[in-house]
């Protein structure tokens, strides 16, 4: 196995897994509303790494699933802590 297929397997998977990781410890330590913001915003991050094809070890299915399930479930959590961040301050 050369460099390049060791690299190519795991690509953007170890700043997804680091970044998710210090989302949920932001999300415990500090404050829960930005940090689950914050592990939606690596989601999505990692479903646009899939989109353009460095998907590595995030590859698990195929591209259009993983990109539409990373995509949905990192908006999904960045918009429910944007309303729980700003409940005060919506109309309703």
């Keep these: 196995m050369s460099a390049r297929t060791t ?8 700043l997804v897994l680091a ?4 989302a949920v410890a932001y999300a415990v330590l500090v404050d829960v509303y930005w940090g689950g ?3 939606g915003a690596v989601l999505t991050l990692g479903a646009l ?3 353009i094809g460095a998907g590595g070890r995030l590859a698990v299915r195929k591209k259009a699933t993983d990109v539409v399930t990373l995509g949905i479930l990192g908006v999904a959590l960045m918009g429910g ?3 729980l961040i700003f409940k005060d ?4």
């Design 7 to 14: 690299e190519d397997r795991w690509g953007p998977y170890p």
């Design 19 to 22: 970044g998710a990781v210090l």
């Design 37 to 39: 913001f914050t592990l």
């Design 49 to 51: 790494a899939r989109l």
């Design 81 to 83: 802590a944007l309303i």
């Design 89 to 92: 301050r919506l109309p309703w």
